[in-house]
């Protein structure tokens, strides 16, 4: 299968390491050999290649500030459209960064890749919170693949865990803690250190989005209550749909007082039916210590879906860091794979 | 699809009542009509028909104490047995209670029906925990699918979500909370109420074993421990493997200390790896009340898995009752369904 990144960040860099360490397990136990095709990326230069790529030259060059181009048997490529116009490859790896005015360029990237036949792998939530509809349409149209399981709790199985695991049933509603930044930094302060100091060390562990502002105003938290809806209620819903309260009004005082009654503070996202449609939320919530949502410290995540046959079923990803993320790239991989395979006997 | 109960108790006659009210659905949504051609009781008689039996009628029968031979158009079988080695059907659902003595009959009737190439769905975790691997090899070579999620966790995906959920990942070990029974009594014991009050309780809700006393002594968590570590880890692990205590040494006392440090008890089943192979236990263990295990209060149960590539991953059923046992019948039915018609085309 030849492959292609757009986008090479830590998520994908953590990806390549491990389809790179894995490369003889993937070979036998899954009848899989990867070849890189092309690699495009914001600053460190766009590539395709003659040949195949060395994803670990490649990611050494990117990780020592250097430019792609180097690499041997590269052709260097004006910009990414360009490389996605032209590149031979059957699956994309499309890890840029989120856009919250409207998803893009990523959502234009997988509309190239989806019309040309190209299965799509996105780490990104953007696309599913601001063009679900169309592009899962594009598509089936194109007898292609789009996965995205690492937009919501990286690797763990949320979008896969009801397609797969739940036939039959329906999601009613959910509730979750979502955005690990903002839990971290809530956990931080229950334990007395100010709200910059939480904020640093989320920075520190690598875990805040590039501006750390869209974890704090509940942007990240709301933008994956949309991808959530639309993908598992058809809710075709849009982030400015979300009551959207962030974390940057509490006070340490404020987590002492929910302290002294057995409570915490949670930033929770929630999906609820109503008469008007589905409502979507997002606001720190009192929790009680001893809850599951009060259970989740740190970077951990948790997901409660309200389902009508199986009642309440929650997923917790505990602790999480990019290694996670870079699982999620692996599993639509594989699911893609599998599915490809049968369909081809 | 041709369908007959081995078995048709609480869970069985959920099931029956859910595909009932969804039939409808089951032929629209997944172009799936069911036909029941034998049910197979213990205390209400066997039988097949020249017909379709009426599900509605035969939970009537049964839940006013009659006999299933009086249904119209139905012949009587004078046991289990024949009645498997003479049906017709395409899928048994196999819910005959756990017998922590070696599994059987369970595990002679799915055998018998795996071999006359019929699939199997199970709620039944003794055939798991003794005869896994011979019942796998059965299925595999005969072609049909041998299904068994309402083993442990009831409806809630543990075999489904590892098996498609988190593809080339490793299960290195897992922790959890898988009976009910008990985790109900340790609550209620929580609040003050006795022993003999909680179990009072457990029974009022008719979730305890029908010997509660396998509840109790964990034999019950011990043989899902082996099924998951059978399944999910290749144990081939025996449920005499298991290191085993149950919660009748537990008081009202040793849970108020426990409450003193902020802690409480939960009967915790375990799978390590060490040096010497793969090690099971279930004990009561000391667990913070503000841990994920300690939020799992009431009927609800949890699984952690830790795993290489996703690190660790907790599954929670919040509150279940006999409807999410119901649902893993459904759930397995869907999949042998989905594959099944998948294959044929």
Not at 50 to 73: F, K, M, W, Y
Not at 102 to 108: H, I, L, M
Not at 116 to 127: L, M
Request: aromatic content about 4%; charged content about 20%.
């Amino acid at each position: 299968m030849k492959i292609a990144f757009v986008g090479f960040g830590n998520v994908a860099r953590a990806f390549a390491r491990i389809i790179d360490e894995r490369r003889t397990e993937l070979a036998h136990r899954f009848d899989l050999t990867l070849s890189t095709v092309a690699i495009a990326t914001a600053n460190h230069g766009s590539v395709r290649s003659t040949d195949s790529i060395d994803l670990i030259n490649a990611v050494a060059c990117v990780e020592q500030g250097g430019n792609l181009t180097r690499l041997p048997q590269t052709i260097p490529i004006a910009d990414t459209q360009s490389l996605l116009e032209g590149c031979d490859a059957d699956l994309i790896f499309e890890t840029t960064p989120l856009n919250i005015e409207g998803g893009q360029p990523a959502v234009t990237h997988i509309r190239t890749a989806l019309r040309r036949g190209i299965h799509v792998v996105t780490a990104n939530k953007g696309p599913i919170a601001f063009a679900y509809e169309e592009l899962r349409s594009l598509a089936q149209e194109h007898e292609v693949e789009f996965r995205f399981e690492g937009t919501v709790m990286d690797g763990a199985p949320v979008f896969n865990l009801v397609e797969s695991c739940l036939p039959g049933a329906r999601v009613l509603g959910f509730s979750g803690v979502l955005n690990s930044t903002t839990n971290l930094i809530l956990t931080e302060m229950e334990s007395g250190h100010s709200f910059e100091e939480s904020l640093k060390e989320a920075q520190r562990l690598g875990i805040a989005e590039t501006n750390a502002e869209h974890d704090i105003d509940g942007w990240d938290a709301a933008v994956k209550a949309v991808a959530l809806a639309n993908v598992l209620m058809n809710a075709n819903a849009h982030p400015a749909d979300v009551a959207r309260e962030g974390i940057a009004g509490i006070t340490v005082e404020n987590l002492k007082s929910a302290s002294e009654s057995g409570s915490t503070l949670r930033l929770i996202a929630r999906a609820r039916l109503s008469e008007r449609g589905i409502r979507l939320s997002v606001a720190p919530e009192k929790m009680s210590v001893t809850s599951l949502f009060g259970s989740a410290r740190g970077t951990s995540n948790v997901l409660m879906l309200e389902t009508d046959l199986m009642g309440e079923l929650a997923i917790v990803e505990n602790n999480p860091g990019v290694e996670q993320t870079a699982y999620a790239l692996l599993s639509d991989l594989l699911n893609i794979h599998r599915s490809f395979s049968r369909s081809k006997k």
